[in-house]
């Protein structure tokens, strides 16, 4: 029994140092913006059906399966920790190509409102909400990512995924996310 626990602790503190390093690593380059007729204009996530539709005018030009934060069903984020994912809407507003998950697009929450809310219970509101895929060097998940929730609140596609939709949302892009 002993050393099943000393090979599981091993093998713990072996993934744990893995993900701090590769989250130094980054993912290299990003992909070249897409042809302005292929971008998107708005992104509308619906969280009930884990779908993520990128819209140029009304018509769909991308669709993605997604993953949520842990919490996510727990209806809007509320404050900072709380590992739901925001419902309103929000903009792209900045890209971090070296982020510690593969690519990311921040959301602009919080905004004024889920400041106000957050600061009237008490609560930091939180921040750092992202499009984002996979965490450095666990891309080999790929597909499988999608079968539970694991963020803290983001948006998680996979890396092929978030290289389509780096390349085709611009920064200012409105995102709306819905129940």
């Known amino acids: 029994m002993r050393n099943k626990l000393v090979v599981l602790v091993i093998v713990v503190a072996s993934c744990f140092a893995y993900t701090k390093l590769m989250a130094r690593v980054g993912p290299g380059s990003p992909p070249p913006d897409a042809p302005l007729e292929q971008r998107a204009d708005l992104i509308r996530v619906y969280k ?18 997604i993953s949520l934060g ?12 709380d590992e739901k994912t925001p419902e309103g809407r929000y903009e792209i507003d900045w890209r971090n190509p070296k982020s510690m998950a593969y690519l990311s697009l921040h959301i602009s929450y919080p ?8 600061e009237a219970g008490g609560f930091p509101a939180g921040g750092d909400i992202m499009i984002h895929g996979l965490p450095n ?3 080999l998940f790929g597909n499988v990512h999608h079968l539970w929730d694991w963020t803290d609140g983001c948006v998680a596609v996979t890396n092929a995924e ?6 085709r949302v611009p920064t200012h892009t ?3 996310i819905m129940p």
């Open 111 to 118: 905004n004024p409102d889920d400041r106000r809310n957050a």
């Open 48 to 65: 009930s059906e884990r779908r993520m539709v990128l819209l140029r005018g009304d018509a769909p030009i991308s669709t993605y399966r």
């Open 162 to 167: 978030m290289r389509d939709i780096w390349a």
């Open 137 to 139: 060097g666990w891309g």
């Open 174 to 176: 409105p995102i709306e």
């Open 70 to 81: 842990t919490a996510a069903d727990a209806g809007p984020k509320q404050r900072e920790g």
